[in-house]
């Protein structure tokens, strides 16, 4: 052990790549070409060893680091709403050129004012297409408008309301599930921990019930991390 | 069973949806505030930075091409703002002030305590490395960030993320060795 190795390194070109092998991050040919020159060289297995304890080192000091607080949340859904709700863009490019698209094609085939009278007709009908394109889909972003409003974060309500801290694996589609399954919406959040405020009831249940629902949520361990009741 | 990738909520959050726009943030926060962190190591700037990175990606989610991951888009976004407030800060001062641990040969106290420690002493070394090579370290190894994703981030060539990884591991080694770690690397 502790044998110097000298340089220049017989195999400078592997040893670079090393990181990178031990992270899963090379090319299936890069890592063949790694593998095949770890299997001669044992100066190259011993800087393995070592890039996994500085890995290591890295990844816990990292995570010796402290979650932020909720200012940065705050701050940033603030300015979110300073600029208030925006159309979709696609949508928008979307309209516009389909639009332009019938002008050009009923331009170039027509008197210009059946031109006129049939764009003015599409675009009667573009109206209508979208408001009902809008009522089927929800109405963009002003479904989630409740998640953190100014009119309900961080105030205490005539509602139930649970914290709850998610998995950090969760994928948005089972944290959606588990709120639907429970009838809950997110009233704010995350908070420091990542911890979620949720609204299981629109009126204030009794204890009983209310635990009810926790001891339920708890049993759910591979979507939540905590439940608690919130006042 | 379908699951939301970070590029499907970026679409939806060109969209203006909000919900995706909470999940992209509860998803990323914590590491984007780390990596801002060890690069400003002041707590409410990062705080101020992170919401100013997810600002960004609200304004231009709708340019979002997907070329690189959200992830590596973030980071990029973030060390660019950490950067310049470094620069605000009057950079030098705090090089400076980071450089002459490096330098001391002596072991610190913490180091002294941890020797038995392999694992400690290596977290507190990897903290005296140059911003340059502590920031390859926690790209590759805590943000499992390829070659090409840290030259995206770094906004070097890809030749020069190797070679900086290799001088910040012989340097990582050589830190260790002044502390009485000899580990028998390079």
Redesign the interface.
Known sequence: MNTMIEAPMPNQEIEELLPWYSTGKLSPSQRARVEAALANDAHLRLSLALIEDDRAAAIAGNEDIGAPSTKAYDKLFAAIDAEGPRQAPLMARAKAGVVAMIADFLGSLSPRQLAYGAIAAAVVLMVQATALTGVLVGGGASSYSTASGPDEAGLPGNGTYLLVGFQPYITADAMTRFLETHSARIIDGPRAGGLFRIEIARNRMARSDADQIVASMRSKADVVRFVGVSP | ????TDEE?VARV??????????L??RH??KI??FV??LVRD?AI???M??EV??DL?KQA?KFEGRSTVSTWLLAIARFKALSALRKRREDQLDEDYGESIEDDADTPEVSVQKAD??AA??VL??KLSPDHREV??L???H????EEVAEITGVPEATV??R??YA?KK??ELMKAAGL?????
């Open positions: 069973m379908s699951t939301a909520l060109a969209q203006g949806d909000r919900l995706a726009m909470q999940v943030f509860g926060q914590m505030y780390r962190l060890r707590e990062a705080e101020d992170i919401s997810f600002l609200w709708p392999k694992g290596l977290k990897i903290a370290i926690d590759v190894y805590y499992d960030k390829s070659v190797k070679t990884m290799f591991r990582l080694s000899d580990r028998g690397w390079p």
